[in-house]
C-alpha cells in the first residue's frame, strides 16, 4: 500500500472578518479568506508582488475560536488540507472550489485590534499560552454535512465565501 499526504501549511493575513454558519445539523463552520504574499525583484530593479487568496474552512470547536480571535489583517499561521469540490452552479456549469480544511491555526501578531487581549494573565477565557489552536477533522463528518449544503443551498455555492 503507497502512503500519500495531504498536508498544507500557510503564513497570511486575514483578508475579512471570518463568516460563522452551521450546518443543517448545527455544526458550526467558519470560513474565512487568507493572504499570502512574495514579492521579487526584476533585473531592472522593479520590485514586483503577487497576492493569493485562500479559502480556510474551520470546523467545530475551531471555527468558534475562529471567530472569536480573528479579525482583518491578524497574522497567523494556518496548517490543513486541502481540498477539492465540485458542483453545478444555477446555469448548470461544473465549478470546481478549493479551499483549505484548518486543523491548526497560531496566531503570529496580538494586535490591539484582535477582538481580545490574549496577554492577559489568569483570564479563563484565554487559551493556552502558545497562542495554538487545533482541531482533529472528520472527514466523513465533512463530506457528509458539505453534501447536505450542497443539496440544500446549491444556488448559494457562488457566495459561500
Known sequence: MSRTLNKVMLIGNVGKIPELKHTPSGIPVAHFKLATSETWREKDGLVCEHTDWHNIVAWRGLAEVVMKILNKGTRVYVEGKIRTRRYEDKNNNQRMFVEILADNILLLDLKKNNKHDWNR?????????????????????????????????STEQDNLY
Open 121 to 153: 494573565k489568569n483570564d479563563s477565557d484565554s487559551p493556552d499560552n502558545d497562542n495554538n489552536f487545533s482541531y482533529d477533522i472528520d472527514n466523513d463528518d465533512y463530506d457528509m454535512e458539505v453534501d447536505d449544503c450542497l443539496e440544500k443551498d
